[in-house]
């Protein structure tokens, strides 16, 4: 079954939300997380939303998930939703078929990653990709506050000698 549900569902801490997300994990066999971006059901709701993709089992059989991050289907994500150039579907359908091979062993820094079950377990069942997906950051470098000053001192004096030239226009 492929259920969509909002993102709630996907990290709620009620014992509701918890129990759902046990039991699709230990009873069924959840097979993928397929994140969506906010926006897709415009103008009729603006709530995010994920798919849920599993089997039922009722006997287990979850070894790992497989998540993915949708960017862009195909639509703007305002009300008017006009076709636009990017598409991450056709993506998603071609990873799906090698959830099992391959994709098993990409980074949580890419677009679609595996969580094993383990993992989901340890982590209270919490099924938002953002729990697993790994950012990377670029380190940026600021110039020292003492170079700041510095540069505030000198475009100061300029201001100040500027205005010195105005007025003796003026006089």
């Known amino acids: 079954a492929a259920v969509i549900v909002p993102d709630g569902v996907l990290f709620g801490s009620s ?26 059901f415009r103008p009729y709701a603006g709530v995010s939303t ?13 070894d ?13 994500l305002d009300d008017k939703r006009n076709p636009v150039e990017v598409n991450d579907l056709p993506d998603v359908a071609a990873r799906w078929a090698d959830r099992d091979g391959a994709e098993l062993e990409r980074a949580r820094t890419e677009q679609s990653f595996c969580v094993p079950k383990a993992e989901i377990v340890a982590q209270g069942y919490d099924l938002s990709l953002t729990r697993y997906k790994e950012v990377v950051r670029e380190e940026v470098e600021y110039r020292s506050p003492a170079e ?17 030239e105005l007025k003796a226009m003026l006089a």
């Open 15 to 40: 014992k509701a939300h918890k129990d759902l997300r046990r039991m699709l994990v230990e009873e069924q066999r959840l097979d993928a997380v397929v994140k969506l971006p906010s926006g897709v």
């Open 50 to 62: 994920a798919i849920l993709v599993f089997t039922k089992t009722n006997s287990g059989g979850t």
């Open 64 to 76: 790992h998930v497989w998540f993915y991050d949708v960017q862009a289907d195909g639509f703007s």
């Open 148 to 164: 700041i000053i510095a540069d505030l001192e000198q475009i100061e004096e300029e201001v100040g000698r500027g205005l010195a």
